[in-house]
């Protein structure tokens, strides 16, 4: 007997469902399972039509809800730990680039203050001690070349830590497109659950249908939409994730 074939989404859910394997495809025995489930329950009218008061109305699609919520929790615990563990490496980055944002404007005004300080070549020279014995001329050039030497040794500081600065903000871009990848691939895990879920829930719902004396009327009592994850999907974004700033 062939197996249902796995969706998108479906290869990491399976850990999380009962009777799927790690394909991510619902197993014979299961498969087995839930068609003599409808079986019984439609041989036996179960349930009553006349007494159907909630949308999934029979013990079989109850469980199936249940196991796909237990699916989801899973799904959100591990997410919830990977962003934790990513959160806990953005905020040492953010801390980063803070510390590096001061140091570069310290750095941009100690070069602005050093560039100020050229020596003046209509001025006499600034003498120090062993410059007596030398004419002004080459006192001046040799205060030109300081002034020089320390004018790059400043523009170095200040493009290393500009440099710096510009990895550290990449590194939270990158961070905050991992944090965004982890929820997409969460909502796809959900996706798959769901899809499996539903699968098995048409097979039951089949074999029900066909040995149920009120197949049609029940056919239109029973709820045949697909479990809504929007909820589940906003606790993802406004519990887990922080962005890096």
């Known amino acids: 007997m062939a197996e249902e074939k796995s969706a998108p989404g479906q290869r990491h859910a399976a850990s999380g469902l009962p009777g799927v394997n790690r394909r991510g495809r619902i197993t014979v025995l299961r498969r087995l399972f839930l068609r003599r489930q409808g079986k019984t329950d439609g041989r036996l009218r179960k349930p009553d039509p006349l007494f159907v008061t909630e949308r999934q109305a029979t013990p079989m699609r109850r469980r199936l809800l249940v196991e796909l919520d237990k699916g989801l929790s899973v799904v959100a615990a591990d997410h919830a730990q990977r962003v934790r563990s990513l959160n806990e ?82 590194t939270q871009a990158d961070l905050r497109a991992r944090i ?54 906003g606790s993802l974004s406004s519990d887990d994730i922080e962005e890096a700033s």
């Open 89 to 170: 490496h953005s905020r040492k980055v953010t801390s980063r680039t803070m510390a590096l944002t001061d140091e570069l404007s310290a750095a941009a005004n100690a070069l602005t203050s050093v560039e100020a300080s050229a020596p003046d070549p209509t001025a006499p020279p600034e003498y120090r001690p062993g410059d007596e014995r030398h004419p002004d001329d080459r006192v001046r050039a040799r205060r030109m070349r300081e002034h020089e030497r320390a004018v790059n040794r400043a523009r170095a500081h200040h493009r290393g830590v500009q440099e710096a600065l510009t990895a550290s903000l990449a």
């Open 180 to 233: 965004e990848q982890l929820r997409t691939e969460a909502a796809s895990e959900a996706a798959g659950m769901r899809a499996l879920v539903m699968a098995q829930q048409a097979l039951y719902d089949t074999a029900l249908l066909r040995r149920h004396p009120d197949a049609e009327l029940l056919r239109r009592l029973l709820d045949a939409g697909e479990p809504d994850l929007s909820t589940w999907l």
